[in-house]
């Protein structure tokens, strides 16, 4: 997400008049028996649990499909400048994101629960982002207030193939004839199969397991890393904050399972997934160009949403997940004017909702 900033006034106060106006907003007890009969007696009736596994069968192909979309609406603007607080200014920023995702996967035999290759085709990537911005009555037509965008990826089309390293742990990515641009595979994740969510080892309904928080944000916004999903005018490389949202991810999360289900044809196990989660990220300037400063970032997400498991396929079936968003941004800028360097803090904060949902293509 992109943070448009305020163009420097000719003076003190002229800045001070207009820097509330022009500024826009780039988480039983165990029962022990008594006795080695009861403990035969209890065991002869205990019910089997289910064992939730990924268990795609090598050569087999799964068109995938993943939509995102976030909105966000601004709940409070204050601004200070040299310390002081400047004018309040009544303020309405929206921003809705749209993420749509395709992608067909077909699959080498299985090593210890994970595919040994994954060879993925990239059919479709694109989206759109809208940033509105009302501004306080009769301030209106005050230069451009509505920004729309259309978003692309270089991947699109293309396929890129994911072998499993040898120890097991991690893939690398390349195109098939190793020729392309190496910059398109930076960041890429081979998982988009959600197996994060599922259990280790059997379960039995209403059985609960702990989730990291890491697999929910790697599932927001759509899995498989960073997919280069872009505007042609974004120049500002944004990895860096991906990253850091990632490394700083915290929070709790679980899975339930609630029995089956048959779904489209397909029996499935459900599972009721929520959790909260936050992560922050800073970009410091401080050190770059006049009008640069150091902007943090921080995202709660309050999740709740359910997985549907293809027993019989070993794969996901369908995916839904809503998430209550709040965000917060601040700017810490040092600005120059005719009169001197001000210092300038700007914080908002947004509240919004976001829908997920990812299904396999029959």
Not at 81 to 100: C, N, Q, R, V
Not at 241 to 265: L, S
Request: hydrophobic residues 30%; contains cysteine; charged residues 35%.
């Amino acid at each position: 997400m992109r943070v448009l900033k305020s163009a420097p006034t000719a003076s003190r106060r002229s800045f001070r008049q207009s820097a509330s106006l022009g500024w826009r907003c780039q988480t039983m007890k165990t029962i022990l028996p008594c006795t080695s009969v009861l403990s035969l007696v209890l065991l002869s009736f205990a019910l089997p649990g289910d064992q939730l596994r990924f268990a795609v069968k090598e050569k087999a192909k799964l068109n995938k499909v993943f939509d995102d979309k976030t909105e966000l609406h601004s709940t409070s603007f204050s601004m200070t400048i040299d310390g002081d607080e400047a004018p309040e200014m009544d303020f309405k920023l929206s921003y809705d994101e749209k993420t749509h995702v395709e992608v067909t996967d077909e699959y080498g035999a299985l090593k210890d629960g994970k595919p040994s290759k994954v060879t993925r085709v990239y059919n479709k990537l694109g989206g759109s982002t809208l940033q509105k911005i009302e501004p306080p009555e009769g301030m209106e037509g005050h230069g451009d207030v509505d920004e729309l965008k259309e978003r692309s990826s270089k991947l699109e089309g293309l396929t890129v193939v994911f072998k499993l390293n040898d120890d097991g742990d991690g893939y690398k990515a390349d195109f098939p004839d190793g020729k392309g641009d190496a910059d398109l595979l930076k960041r890429l994740d081979e998982d988009m199969d959600l197996r994060g969510f599922l259990p280790k080892g059997e379960v039995t309904e209403d059985k609960s397991w702990e989730i990291e928080p890491e697999v929910f944000n790697a599932v927001l916004g759509t899995p498989g890393g960073d997919l280069k999903i872009r505007a042609e005018d974004d120049e500002e490389d944004d990895s860096d904050i991906a990253q850091q949202f990632e490394d700083n991810v915290k929070g709790k999360c679980k899975g339930t399972y609630k029995g089956r289900r048959e779904v489209d044809g397909h029996k499935c196990a459900v599972i009721e997934l929520e959790g909260e989660i936050k992560t922050h990220a800073k970009d410091d300037k401080s050190l770059g160009d006049e009008d640069e400063g150091i902007k943090t970032i921080a995202l709660e997400y309050t999740l709740e949403g359910e997985l549907l498991w293809d027993i019989e396929e070993g794969h996901f079936h369908k995916c839904t997940l809503s998430s209550k968003v709040k965000m917060t941004m601040k700017d810490e800028v040092t600005i120059e004017t005719d009169d001197g360097k001000l210092e300038m803090v700007r914080v908002a904060e947004f509240e919004g909702e976001s829908e997920f949902t990812a299904a396999i293509e029959d």
